[in-house]
């Protein structure tokens, strides 16, 4: 199977604790996302060749959705177990990935759009490689 096809997410669990969040996976493993995310409103332009991951919550904040963006490391077989999806896109594609959160290439970076509202939860964007890892928190404006 090839590693680049998109692949569609299925309901997570999600713990939001104080000093992070835990995702369950489908196939019972977690993975936990050190540090209270950073709060961003409007554009969020995240670093070229990171490995960028979209987690949207539903109202509950107790399960959600989570897709990859451009990942090319992990096979197809191993995102439809673990439940989570990846969308990939070309330099100046765009998608909307979930009602209300619109992810884009420029050049290779990725460019994510939130509106929670519409998004009906909290929509939470996770940047990392070997050597650092960020987490945001998309808001709106006030």
């Known amino acids: 199977m090839s590693a680049r096809n998109d692949v569609a997410p299925d309901t997570l669990g999600v713990e939001l604790a104080e000093d992070g969040i835990v995702v369950e996976y489908t196939d019972g493993r977690d993975t936990y996302y050190r540090g209270v995310p950073e709060k961003v409103a409007g554009t969020l332009r995240t670093q070229p060749n990171k490995l960028v991951q979209i987690l949207v919550t539903d109202p509950t904040e107790t399960e959600g959705v989570m897709m990859y963006v451009n990942d090319r490391n992990t096979h197809d077989d191993i995102l439809e177990s673990s439940g989570v999806g990846r969308v990939m896109l070309d330099p100046g594609e765009e998608e909307e990935l979930f009602p209300g959160v619109t992810v884009r290439m420029d ?26 890892e960020q987490s945001y928190e998309m808001v709106n404006e006030d």
């Not at 050049?107 to 940047?127: K, L, M, Q």
């Open 107 to 132: 050049g290779y970076a990725i460019e994510v759009e939130a509106d929670p509202e519409t998004a009906r939860g909290r929509v939470f964007v996770f940047e990392e490689d070997e050597l650092d």
